[in-house]
């Protein structure tokens, strides 16, 4: 089990604009992207088409209204994932979970970090801790070092910034540790409300500042995840097992340093995921549009020489 005293005195976070994947495949095995071209020729196999992802996603509708509603949507997604597909060469686009939803309604429940409507914090007294590392190795891959627990769901919940706290505090405990401890997002959730707002965003300065406050977080098992906001319970199960003493930001727009960082420890990034594109994004390196206008939390996980990035989402 971790000590909270064994832990450094620094964790960092990144607010920075980044995605990718270092996964490189064809999207020309449509059975990677969920559908042929053969299935846009004629209205009947785009209905066996919708019908056949609701069965592999088990999607229930309250009405029949309800469905003919989503199958609308769901064409007008199709299409525009067949587009880009003809002419982005580098990553595909799929029919996932998210297939039947508007992109405003992707946008709203999915999309939780809120940089905007948060207080700003006073960075002016902060030291890059890694501003004198010059040499940085060709690659890095935490996973690979077993700094990384399982991808996990946050479900219709706008809690990304939960997630991407955790990974960065569960990757700094192995680190030092040894141990990898899947931790509890939930706590956040219900609890760090002083400034984040549970289901309805957050930002990770925030959820650090908490751990940092309350003396460290449970395991994700004795506080499992409920996809939804509960009722604080900050004495459950066992104390507490992981904590910070504490974090700073990396230097904004500065990727040399952001790879300074992640040569050294796993850390919490910010990213613009509004594009429509990532709603449906599934595989290869994302070279699409990439904004500043912050709003999802994600862990960076690997990169290498020629700066593609693979992250958690």
């Known amino acids: ?13 990144a ?32 209905i066996n088409l919708f019908e056949s992802w609701i069965d592999k996603h088990g999607k229930k509708y309250k009405s029949l209204e309800e469905k003919l509603h989503r199958f609308e ?21 799929g029919l996932n979970e998210f297939a ?3 992109h405003d309604e992707f946008k709203k429940m999915y999309l939780g970090l809120k940089t905007d409507q948060l207080p700003k914090r006073d960075e002016s007294h902060q030291e890059f ?11 890095v891959d935490w996973r690979k070092k077993g700094a990384v627990t399982r991808v996990k ?17 569960e990757g700094i ?16 959730i219900d609890c760090d409300t002083t400034y984040n707002n549970g289901c309805n965003g957050g930002l990770m300065d925030y959820a650090f500042a908490y751990i940092v406050s309350k003396g460290g977080l449970h395991k994700e098992e004795d506080y499992p995840y409920l996809m939804e906001e509960g009722t604080c319970e900050e004495n459950r199960g066992e104390s507490e097992v992981v904590t910070i003493s504490g974090y700073h930001d990396v230097p904004a727009n500065d990727e040399q340093s952001l ?10 990034v910010a990213i613009e995921a509004s594009g429509r594109d990532f709603q449906f994004y599934s595989g290869g390196v994302f070279d699409g549009h990439c904004g500043t206008e912050l709003d999802h939390g994600v862990q960076p996980l690997d990169t290498d020489r020629a700066r593609d990035w693979t992250t958690s989402l």
Not at 16 to 44: E, H, K, Q
Not at 259 to 268: C, E, G, I, R, Y
């Open 1 to 13: 089990m971790a000590s909270p005293s064994s832990l450094p005195k620094l964790l960092l976070l």
């Open 15 to 46: 607010c920075f604009t980044i995605l990718s994947s270092s996964i490189r495949s064809s999207a020309r095995d449509f059975s990677i992207v969920g559908y042929s071209p053969d299935d846009l020729t004629c209205i009947d196999k785009l």
């Open 73 to 93: 949507i769901f064409k007008d997604n199709l299409k525009h994932i067949d587009e880009r597909n003809k002419v982005a060469s580098n990553y595909w686009l």
């Open 100 to 102: 039947d939803m508007s």
């Open 129 to 139: 801790k890694y501003r004198d590392v010059e040499s940085l190795p060709k690659s």
């Open 153 to 169: 769901n946050q479900g219709s919940c706008g809690s990304c910034w939960a997630f991407s706290t955790v990974a960065a505090v």
């Open 173 to 188: 405990n192995q680190i030092v540790t040894g141990n990898l401890t899947e931790l509890s997002e939930q706590e956040l």
């Open 259 to 268: 790879l300074k960082v992640l040569a050294n420890q796993p850390l919490s």
